[in-house]
């Protein structure tokens, strides 16, 4: 069967330059028709912007919710930056403030913890998989109606009506564009790839390219078949992987080649032996020994530590913090339980650079005012941690936010600020100056910095303090080396090593043991955590029988 657009597809397995391959196509694309007659779509706005290429004036770049929610007009409020106010009108259907409010952004995979919440997910379900309104079970129907109505009554949307509403009522995808590029597209769900089609017969033709392999989305409504149904104009396979050696692609090979549907394509190991190490004995509830592990084989490997459910990582966390080990999360930067160490944006100074612009206010310019030498600071450098401190004992007292505006006025202007003028905007016995220019009593001066910081800046400066005493300040303000998250957080990423834990929740084990469905979907699960490695895999023990 010819599907309805001039379809190609482009399928890439772990590591074989499915985005370099994708960007090539976007590039000659370009050059043909313009960039401004593109658009480009993923999965995420970052995965749609490293795929369209930082070069290229693609201007309709994006998530194809975004794409959708702009076909709109792009000025309604969304129902889910407004939880709160639902929760106040309908208590008995309460739902869990924290919902996602980014359009641009793909929300992870939430725990349900109230009865709202789990008739919220089952009617984005039933909506995603464009199953009929009269066939949901008749209490998602009784919470469809009264969030329905509630929407009307304020002329808002949720996010399924940003796919919804365009597949309706929206005949072609905004900025006029002549191409549609779609990645990641076995994570679209049956109405999102219906939008797709829809909007892709007013195209010359489109491309989409992802790898059922990888589809791990199903608790959204992701289903690999959107990918493999039909037959495209053209197939393109990449078939040879830069990433995953030949013992780690042998493993991850045996799980997916059992999956009952999927493409069939070749796809072939790099050319490295690599390894697949079994951690008998070790589950999570021994993150002591999986560090150990950590710091005795892979000293200065890249590390990824995957779980299929966050509350799998909390024993992990804890741990690395008490070592004083750096961790992150690049793929899921807003997840504050992941990086605790994240660096300040443009609307947020972190706790983090207020701590190394305090370390590193020995200055390190001089100039001659006067024909006498002095230091030269940055009154923005200080500002960041003279604005967290107590008022009590440190700053003279009436004076605080006079001293902060001060400071602003000097960083509008030149931005410098003399040492003996730093002075008058301390209490003359608060301390500070015993440790000033002094890097052998570092942990000193960090320990007085925390003593007299507000109590949330002070708690948030702990877990650095370890960082510092157990491996220096350079530990500090490197990339951690460490990656933390669930299977789901980093698809698309990779790492010398990966610690898998095999842990399930009671659902997923359930899911997994009564359907042939929920058994793909932990090979598929499987398969992507395996394929993160590029040298090294370390499978644990579970802590319980619950394994993938």
Known sequence: MQTEAREFRVFGSPGTGKTTYLTSQIQAAANKYGADRLFVASFTKAAAHEVSGRNQNIQNVGTLHAHGYRSLGGTLKVAEAMINEWNEE???????DGKQSDVDEVSEAGTISTAGDELYAEMQLKRALMVPRDLWPVAVQAFARRWENWKKARGIIDYT?????PYRDVDAPPGNPSVGFF??????TPLEMALVRKWGRTLDYIILAGDDDQCIYEW?????????DGEPAKKVVLKQSYRVPRAIH???????????????KEYRPRDEDGEVRYLRGVNSTMPEMIIRDIETRYKDKRIMILASCSYMLHNMIQALKMAGIPFANPYRPKNGAWNPLRRSTKDHTSTIDRLLAYIDMVPVEYREPDGDWEYLLDAGDFLK???????KGNIPKGTRDDRIEELKTIIANDGELLLHDVWRFFEEKSGVWDYWGNPTRLLEAVDWLIKNSQADKARAMEFPRRIIKRRGVQAL???PRIILGTIHSVKGGEADVVYVIPDLSYGAYQEKESSIAGRDAIKRLKYVAYTRARESLVLLDGATNLVM
């Open 183 to 188: 990645d990641e597209c076995q994570d679209f």
């Open 250 to 264: 042998a493993v991850a090979m045996r799980e997916i080649s059992t999956v009952t549907k999927r493409e069939p």
């Open 90 to 96: 309908h208590p008995e259907y309460m739902l869990s």
């Open 477 to 479: 303000k490197d990339e």
């Open 161 to 165: 009506d940003m796919i919804e509403i």
């Open 385 to 391: 941690w003279y604005e967290i401190l107590k008022t």
């Open 220 to 228: 959204a409504g992701a289903r690999p078949d959107v990918l493999i």
